[in-house]
């Protein structure tokens, strides 16, 4: 017995000592990096090892002789060796891989487009709207992106194909205040093809609250957009675009010192370009902005500054083209206006609670030669404004407090007057200083109701506005809401520009003028929205709202003047808007779809007269799909349509044509203005367009980066409607005659890129 065990010891030592352990490590040979996660196998005993983080591998219990031995690692050369395993003991064995790159098959990877409503990156409550950067691109209503008119839709109204601002629930395109990062902007408008004076490529989102209007946002009646600017990246990004409406480029990225950044935008358009020689009528001049910021680290926190600056400088003839000869009277009626901001902010957060400092200087500034009835006159006026803003917000677990003061100087001046003895003169100037303090308390209750009120008190020429707000949200599910607000807003500048002037259409800039001036008053409006938010899934939305507005100290300049804006009167009226608006919006992989309708009644009263204004159509429809058929090309169908239009009939000639490219069409001719004609009392034809565009781009490989170039195009009203933009007497009948506004043409042809 003793002897079998003693052979059976000696037979395991022997089988023992015929196995070895074989290791090493695994390296990039090129350079010299371990190769974590690289597959060694024994080929012949069917075992497999991975490398560890440190790019080693350990065989164990590996028998004696020869035996291949396989190296794979994706992205490089495999490699098969044939080692000899001694009998005991330990084989180190090291193996470099050469690259190899690996072509993989294509995986086409279709999320969801992205279109307002349906943005997974949308903060906003409904009614309040939000749009992102990506689903403005793919906005099926739009040639080519337009931040504004990307808002646009249900209760935000723009006049069509030629927009003179944002009417929100009914009220006047100056009650709506402009920000870019919190930073006061003026009159941020284009005309001659372009609207939005902001570069769609410097901005990441863009927010309108009105509902709910920010109390730390500056004092207008239909509340706020703010706009949002890029983040810049940690490396140099750059895109454009060239159109035949514009030109734009942008860059971003690190500036080489530690946690600093850049962004910088500029964009140019020239009206007028396409028009033929000798044609007097079109509209001629050039337009364009640029935007700047700094970010940097900065006493614990986060500091910004940003410089943006808008000019417009355009001209029309100040006479109605005979026939279709060029005009003899030479004359023309020049329209200029400029727009610059700088700002600083700091932001810093200390556990929950954040401050935050800014100031600002705001300017606005704004020209005109115009041709007007009793005399040839010239316009000046400017807007300088200054501002602190400190706040300071808590974050706890169920609610959220806000509280802070705004500051602001709001320097304004007006002066009108002949270029000869005979004509009105006029001059108006104000200095109104306005400090507000705010605060808010937002506090959810259980799961399903969330509550926040909070008020301002501003003060200013010794008198105090007090603007109360709250807004209660009821969530029946996570996929339905309820909600309803209040809100008291105060405004202390307003515009003298005459809002129903059809000159609006190539000067739709705000002529402010400040409460304290003689005559012009504080506005006030108070309004009541409720809401119905229904998401049955993340890629559908559908909102319902209803609304009523009580307007108070309204400055209006329709009533005593035809001219485009106040030129020695103006009345102090009130109003009321009421409406419903419907939000819808659905998204797939292969297409994106927006639809929007609004029901609304507007209504301004001064003495014992009243008035629909010219934004005030009753009925307007939008909506449009964006289809993929490939992941390359997209093709854009859109239609708008707006019923209940009204206007107030221009007493001359006058001739307009919209920019288009089929014709050559950017045409204003003459000096319109109305005299002895009732308000609003003409009614305009329902307005019906459809538009179609396709876009197609292509992916490149240049150097080590990736760049997207594309080709776009839009043909416009392909049904060919004959839409009205107003009636212009006939000087020899005294027949209205209709003046139509754009025919079937391409709208826009261009290329863009990004790199």
Known sequence: MGHFLLGTVRFLLAVQASHATVGGMVRDRE????????????????????????????????????????????????RTLRALVPWGGQLELNVTLDAEPLRLPIVVVRPP????????????????????????????????????????????????????????????????????????????????????????????????????????????????????????????????SASTTQARLTFDGPLGVAGASYLISVRSAFPGVIAPNGEASYLRGETGDWLAKLELPALGGRARLLGYDSENDVNTAAGQPAGDGPNPDSRRNVFEWHSRSLGAEWKGGFGTT?????????????????????????????????????????????????????LEWINTSYRIQPDSGVGPSWMVSARTPVATGFAQHAMAFGWHVHVAVGASLAATAGDLYLGPQAQVRWSLSERLALSGSYARTHQFAQSLRNAESVVGNVFPVDLYMGARAAGVPVARSDQ??????????????LGVQGYQRDFAGLLLVAPRDGEPFATGAFVVGSG???GVAVDAAASGARYGVVVSYGLQRVRLAYGDSSYVPDHAATHLLDGGVIVFPTATVSIRLGASAALGRRTTTVADGFEWEACNLLDQGC???????????????????????????????????????????????????????????????????????????????????????RF
Not at 528 to 541: E, F, L, N, Q, T
């Open 113 to 240: 487009v992205i279109v307002r409503g349906v943005d997974s990156g949308d903060s906003t409550a409904f009614p309040d709207r939000e749009t992102s950067s990506a689903a403005v691109g793919s906005h099926p209503l739009l040639a080519e992106p337009d931040v504004f008119q990307a808002l646009g839709g249900g209760e935000v109204v723009l006049s069509p194909e030629s927009p003179s601002g944002l009417h929100v629930r009914g009220g006047a395109s100056d009650q709506t205040a402009y920000l870019l990062d919190g930073v006061p902007v003026f009159s941020p408008y284009h005309t001659g093809g372009l609207f939005s004076a902001w570069n769609p490529d410097a901005l990441s989102r863009l927010r309108l609250t009105s509902a709910a209007p920010s109390l730390a946002y500056p004092h207008a009646l239909s509340g706020a957009v703010e706009a949002v600017t890029r983040a810049p990246g940690d490396r140099l990004h750059a895109q454009g």
């Open 667 to 753: 045409e204003f001719g003459g000096s319109p203005h109305y005299r002895g004609e009732p308000l609003g009392a003409t009614r305009l034809r329902s307005y019906l367009r459809v538009d179609l565009g396709v876009r197609k781009q292509w992916q490149l490989r240049v150097g080590a980066r990736d760049a997207v170039i594309a080709l776009f195009g839009t043909v416009t009203n392909i049904l060919g409607r004959r839409n009205v933009l107003t009636y212009a007497r006939n000087a020899s009948t005294g027949e209205p005659v209709a003046i139509e506004m754009r025919p079937l043409a391409p709208l826009v042809v261009g290329l863009d890129w």
């Open 31 to 78: 350079t010299g990096e371990p190769l974590a996660g690289a597959v060694v196998t024994l080929a012949d005993l069917n075992r497999a090892t991975l490398t560890g983080t440190d790019g080693r591998y350990v065989l164990p219990q590996v028998p004696a002789g020869p035996q291949r031995i396989t190296v794979r690692f994706i992205g490089h050369a495999p």
């Open 354 to 406: 954040t401050v935050r400092l800014l100031g600002w200087r705001s300017t606005g500034d704004a020209g005109s030669v115009w041709a007007a009835q009793a005399a040839r006159i010239d316009l000046t006026a400017a807007r300088r404004d200054a501002g602190l803003l400190a706040a300071v917000e808590h974050k706890a677990a169920r609610a959220t407090s806000l509280a802070g003061i705004r």
């Open 576 to 578: 009321a808007s009421s």
């Open 528 to 541: 009541g929205v409720v809401a119905i938010d229904y998401r049955p899934s993340a890629s559908v939305h």
